[in-house]
């Protein structure tokens, strides 16, 4: 695997980074998650938006001028044989504080680490759509960094791991994390919808959760579909009585969930609202 490290691309034997990292050492960073449909970057220039609004959030300047984005991803997928008729790209950009003595102040480190990594896109089994998947709601609660500024894509993601612990433990595909106040947010990686007597509902912002470019577009798509849409507070209860869940991110699009703790939401299967919102989609994705 080719990799973009700082200026260059570098074999993934030369990718390596400093025990020094603020990203290593504290979590100190920005990232996105971005994907190919063929040669096509999706949503390329609202995922950049978004990773320079994260580290701006953050005081961290991006070395890399918004304009050298495109190609240094272009290049990536050349590099690695991807975005073809063949092969999605999945793509990861991570931009940590960089390297500096050990000490919370960012101004220890002089230059941000850059890197870009590109690998072959592995959308969930397609059973999992046809079936839909299970939740819990963790115990573990949506940190708060978010929450003060939902734009943040940070690379801190205890809170989220823990969550996802549980969902292991659970042996269920994931877990919902709740905010201070008891209010659902989000997925471990991923925005929760819920629909109930036709109106799609949807944790604001507001709750602390990330701003999900999937999870815009799809509120967009409702729009077009004539579906009411709400975006507000909401308790697991109001999630539990619900006709139809699913989540959203990147390389998901849309994943239909029929049980959360143990209780099915539903008639126990993928409903059609989800599927007509996943397959207006898929309709309007390229
Ligand atoms: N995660 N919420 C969280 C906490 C996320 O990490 C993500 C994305 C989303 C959905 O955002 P989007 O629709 O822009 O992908 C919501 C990516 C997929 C990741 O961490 O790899």
């Not at 940070?154 to 042996?171: G, H, P, S, V, W």
């Not at 604001?204 to 815009?216: A, F, N, P, Q, Y």
Request: hydrophobic letters at 40%; aromatic letters at 8%; proline letters at 6%.
């Amino acid at each position: 695997m080719w990799i973009f490290l700082n200026d260059r691309f570098v074999t993934e034997q030369d990718a390596k980074i400093s025990v020094f990292d603020h990203g290593f050492l504290y979590g100190d960073g920005v990232y996105e998650t971005i994907r190919s449909y063929g040669a096509r970057i999706f949503m390329r220039d609202h995922h950049l938006s978004r990773l320079h609004r994260s580290a701006d959030a953050i005081g961290l300047t991006v070395p890399i001028p918004p304009s050298e984005w495109p190609r240094l991803l272009h290049e990536a997928m050349d590099r690695n044989q991807l975005g073809n008729d063949q092969t999605d790209a999945y793509l990861r950009i991570t931009v940590s504080r960089g390297v500096g003595e050990i000490g919370l102040d960012p101004a220890l480190c002089q230059t941000p680490t850059v890197v870009i990594m590109a690998k072959p896109l592995h959308p969930p089994a397609a059973e999992l759509y046809q079936r839909g998947v299970s939740l819990v709601i963790a115990q573990t609660r949506r940190n708060l960094p978010s929450a003060l500024s939902p734009q943040i894509k940070a690379t801190n993601f205890l809170n989220n791991i823990l969550a996802k612990r549980e969902a292991i433990a659970a042996r269920v595909f994931d877990a919902l994390l709740l905010n201070w106040e008891g209010h659902l947010t989000e997925g471990t990686v991923s925005n929760v919808f819920f629909i109930s007597q036709g109106r799609l509902y949807t944790p604001s912002v507001e709750c602390g959760l990330l701003d999900g470019i999937t999870r815009t577009i799809l509120l967009q798509m409702a729009g077009e579909l004539k579906i009411p849409v709400h975006e507000g507070r909401f308790t697991p209860e109001e999630l539990l009585h619900a006709d139809e869940c699913f989540l959203t991110n990147t390389s998901m699009e849309v994943m239909p969930v029929v049980s959360v703790n143990g209780q099915s939401i539903g008639h126990s299967t993928p409903g059609p609202l989800t599927r007509q919102l996943h397959r207006h989609f898929i309709d309007n994705r390229s």
